[in-house]
């Protein structure tokens, strides 16, 4: 039982250019996440999945795009990747409906943009 | 809008009690949750009020007041390990989770 897991590890990108970030869980979770964490700024949330077949955005969505594969898989695309998107990313998922919400996250993926 | 405070960094000694405070302003608000992050790694769920009063969970507390929109987390038994970054965060509906900017708990001997 793998949990939340990210790829890749770590990333640096020159500006403009595409990639990626992908992420799978084996949870049969419902709802899964895309965040962002920069230093002294928690974690802000880019966008989420509340279940199969539906993406909304977050608090901070522009400059990024999603892909809901199936229940397992949410992928996250940086068309063209600024200097401001430097962070460090983080995956997460949840069982829909759970009172908590407890959310269960991955490793991150370590961003740089030059 | 959301908002969250908390203190950026509090320290404490080996065998303390620490209290992290959080206040905040939401829209909708269905329960606090806290999270702990060692070293920049995943963040893991520490515990979850929803209503008024104190959850307790081994060395672990978290206080709630709906009518004061403030909660705390109580550490107790400080151990060097409890070294990490503390987050509140704001269930407010739709699944979703609003995260406070965190505080840095350092522990020494």
């Known amino acids: 039982n793998a949990g939340v897991t990210q790829t890749p590890k770590f990333q640096v990108l020159k500006t403009g250019q595409s990639m990626t970030l992908q992420c799978a869980q084996d949870?049969?979770?419902?709802?899964m996440y895309w965040y962002r964490q920069d230093p002294g700024m928690g974690l802000r949330l880019i966008y989420y999945s509340a279940s199969e077949g539906t993406t909304d955005k977050g608090e901070v969505p522009n400059g990024y795009n999603v892909s809901r594969l199936n229940k397992r898989e949410f992928s996250l695309r940086l068309e063209s990747a600024a200097p401001s998107q430097t962070s460090v990313y983080f995956c997460a998922s949840s069982s829909q409906g759970q009172v908590d919400n407890e959310q269960f996250f991955g490793p991150g993926t370590r961003l740089t943009v030059l | 809008g959301q908002s969250l405070e908390q203190p950026s960094e509090v320290t404490a000694v080996e065998g303390a009690i620490v209290q992290i405070n959080c206040t905040y302003q939401t829209s909708g608000f269905y329960g606090l949750s806290w999270y702990q992050q060692h070293d920049g790694g995943a963040p893991t769920f520490l515990s979850y009020?929803?209503?008024?009063g104190l959850e307790e969970t081994g060395r672990f507390s978290s206080f709630l007041s709906r009518s004061d929109s403030y909660g705390y987390l109580l550490l107790q038994e400080l151990q060097m390990k409890d070294s990490a970054s503390y987050f509140c965060?704001?269930?407010?509906?739709?699944?979703?989770?609003?995260f406070g900017k965190g505080t840095m708990l350092l522990v020494s001997p």
């Open positions: 965060a704001v269930n407010s509906g739709y699944s979703t989770l609003t």
């Open positions: 009020n929803a209503l008024d």
């Open positions: 949870m049969n979770h419902n709802s």
